[in-house]
């Protein structure tokens, strides 16, 4: 008997969903993608490249593309869901009648659905029930995957078979897949991240220098791990990959839609021309918003997504914002070794002896 290649499908046509594609049949899989454009389809097959999403760069030329959800979908292991928050439901309702509980679900996703406050996992468990159901995130700009550039991602679920098939399918010599069992954490990382690249391409545009942007990379960190522990995640996945390595490349790489973004807002751009100038999906813009909601709505100290909410929404100049950021509360360094409220006591304390003194 002779063991059967493993078989991919793919759900979306853009750079991320393409690169690991391309991954999983340079491993050997028989891997079939979906997508929208059948234009596009055909030059996957006929070119093997993606010129709408990553025209610099070879597919393997075993990827067949297809617009068909059945073609795609059928005897599939693994399904890999690569499509923007705001299409994510509703692909997947388009693909329901072609799955079968067997199959392992994934998603690569870095964002939030607004009704309900949930994560792309979420909805695909919402929407199957399935029992195999992961999440993929990490430092991984799909053009630098696709250029095969030394990589490591992560495979997060609670579903031991999920985290295994995945690392087999996709681990390489280029690649590397870590494993988590926080599904939660590493999918909130993922989306988290992307608030804060924004603000760290808006501070390069406006000149800020590299002490700047280290500030501005390890305070995120704090507010996105207080944000997570607010959530009931576990604040200690934002060490890894999927959070403070994610964190660097993103706020660190003009490759980044998101890094993009906040840059051509940076250099004086609107919203809408910073988004219409980029063509493609910069996650964090919505992002900023529900979770700035969130966050107001519970009482979490979030001061660099306020802060940028109010750029992005509220009218309010990059500089002005950065500096009402400065002068802000100045809490604690590492919350989980000095807690926030112990330094706001020390304050209140010290100004009570002084009579109000600056402390
Ligand atoms: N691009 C990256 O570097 C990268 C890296 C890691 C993770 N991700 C995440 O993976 C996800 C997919 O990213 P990507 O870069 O592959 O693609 P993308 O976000 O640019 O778009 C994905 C694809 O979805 C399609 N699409 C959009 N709306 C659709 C709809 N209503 N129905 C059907 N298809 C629709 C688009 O046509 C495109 O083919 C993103 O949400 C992102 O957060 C991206
Ligand atoms: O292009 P972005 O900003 O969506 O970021 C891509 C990936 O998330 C980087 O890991």
């Known amino acids: 008997m002779t063991d059967q290649p493993l078989r991919v499908a793919v759900l979306g046509g853009g750079s991320f969903g393409t690169a690991l594609a391309s991954i999983a049949a340079d491993n050997g899989a028989r891997v079939r993608q979906w997508l929208r454009d059948p234009a596009l389809a055909e030059q996957i097959n006929r070119e093997h490249v993606n010129g709408r999403y990553l025209p610099d760069y070879a597919i393997n030329p075993a990827v067949v593309a297809a617009t068909g959800m059945a073609e795609v979908l059928e005897g599939a292991d693994l399904v890999l869901v690569a499509i923007p928050s705001k299409a994510f439901r509703e692909v997947v309702r388009q693909a329901r009648p072609f799955l079968a509980p067997q199959q392992i679900l994934v998603t690569t996703t870095k964002g939030i659905q607004e009704e309900g406050f949930k994560l792309m996992s979420q909805i695909l468990e919402e929407e199957t029930g399935f029992a195999h159901i992961g999440v993929i995130s990490g430092p991984n700009l799909a053009s630098e995957v696709a250029d095969k550039q030394l990589t490591a991602t992560v495979i997060a679920s609670d579903d031991p078979e999920t ?197």
């Open 163 to 359: 985290r295994t098939r995945v690392q087999t399918a996709l681990g390489c010599d280029y690649f590397r897949v870590y494993a988590s069992n926080d599904r939660y954490g590493v999918e909130l990382g993922g989306a988290l991240k992307n608030i804060y690249a924004i603000a760290a391409g808006m501070a390069a545009a406006l000149g800020m220098g590299e002490n700047t942007r280290s500030m501005l990379m390890t305070r995120a960190l704090a507010e996105m791990s207080r944000f997570a522990v607010a959530q009931g995640a576990n604040p200690m996945t934002f060490l890894g990959l999927a959070g403070v390595g994610d964190l660097i490349v993103t706020c660190s790489s003009r490759l980044s839609r998101n890094y993009r973004v906040g840059y051509a807002l940076g250099e004086g751009k609107s919203l809408d021309e910073a988004v219409e100038a980029l063509g493609q999906v910069a996650e964090g813009v919505n992002t900023v918003r529900l979770v700035r909601d969130k966050a107001r709505a519970e009482g979490i100290y979030m001061p660099l997504a306020e802060g940028l909410y109010q750029v992005l929404f509220k009218g309010v100049p990059a500089k002005e914002m950065a500096k009402m950021l400065m002068l802000g509360e100045q809490s604690s360094d590492v919350e989980f070794v000095l807690a926030r409220e112990d330094v706001q006591r020390a304050h209140r304390e010290r100004a009570g002896e002084t009579g109000g003194e600056h402390g």
